[in-house]
Nanobody
Framework: QVQLVESGGGLVQAGGSLRLSCAASGRTYRRAMGWFRQAPGKEREFVSAISWSGFTTLYADSVKGRFTMSRDNAKNTVYLQMNSLKTEDTAVYYC?????????????????WGQGTQVTVSS
């Protein structure tokens, strides 16, 4: 069992930055992690993923070059640094954990999910 708790969301102006954190507890060893988001009226979408080692990171085209995902396995925490935020980045952001150590953009491969943190970008 894995518990995930996101933090760091909030209200920011377009062009600004936020850093999301996801603290994991439980059986976290050798799990790849991902960030997904869901905007009102839209389906959940992939944002970023990172392998257990941290050597592999994946990004959605919409955030590539602006967002950076990282992890600190000693702290059981993953991060999402979000720069140059746009109004279309407004969503609830969810942290998720896979069963294995390989990064993936597929939501159906993630078996543990956090409660989400709201990110609102104003114009």
């Amino acid at each position: 069992q894995v518990q995930l708790v996101e933090s760091g969301g909030g209200l920011v102006q377009a062009g600004g930055s936020l850093r999301l954190s996801c603290a994991a507890s439980g059986r976290t060893y050798r799990r790849a992690m991902g960030w997904f988001r869901q905007a009102p009226g839209k389906e959940r979408e992939f944002v970023s993923a990172i392998s257990w080692s941290g050597f592999t990171t994946l990004y959605a085209d919409s955030v590539k070059g602006r967002f950076t995902m990282s992890r600190d396995n000693a702290k059981n925490t993953v991060y999402l640094q979000m720069n140059s935020l746009k109004t279309e980045d407004t969503a609830v952001y969810y942290c998720a954990a896979k069963e294995n150590r390989y990064a993936s953009s597929r939501a159906d491969e993630y078996i543990y999910w956090g409660q989400g943190t709201q990110v609102t970008v104003s114009s």
